[in-house]
């Protein structure tokens, strides 16, 4: 069907794909980066950017790329029209779009009420 080439190279990718799993996963922690008490509120605000970054995620490219450029990076629609290189029109229909499938996620996820 292939290549024994390929074949070798994707066994060499996956081995490195998961030697660097594991080393990211084995980092020690100092005594001192550790809190002392922790904070409810801050771990409900960590739950909630991960469903947040999930919901992205679930985005198509194009939304996505949308909502990162004006509200994360703080652009306004001309320039993220520039940017993306599609007119404004495009931008705040993908914008609408995105923000509408975010919340519907986001409510799925229990996120929003």
């Known amino acids: 069907r292939g290549s ?3 074949w070798l190279f994707g066994i060499a990718r996956n081995v490195a794909i998961d ?18 008490a922790i904070d409810e509120g801050d771990v409900s605000r960590a739950v ?6 999930d919901a992205l995620w679930s985005l198509s490219e ?7 450029l004006t509200y994360y990076r703080g ?3 001309a320039e993220a029209a520039e940017e993306l290189q599609v007119p ?10 995105a923000m509408r ?3 519907r996620e986001l409510e799925r ?4 009420p």
Do not use: C, M, Y
């Not at 194009?62 to 990162?68: D, E, F, I, L, Q």
């Not at 404004?88 to 779009?97: A, D, M, P, Q």
């Open 4 to 6: 024994e080439r390929a």
């Open 19 to 36: 030697r660097h799993r594991r080393q990211r996963h084995l980092r020690t922690v100092s005594a001192d980066d550790v809190p002392d």
């Open 48 to 53: 909630e950017s991960s469903h947040v970054r």
């Open 62 to 68: 194009a939304h996505r790329a949308v909502v990162v």
């Open 75 to 77: 652009r306004t629609i």
């Open 88 to 97: 404004e029109g495009t931008v705040k229909s993908r914008l609408h779009h």
């Open 101 to 103: 499938n975010l919340r």
């Open 109 to 112: 996820s229990e996120v929003l």
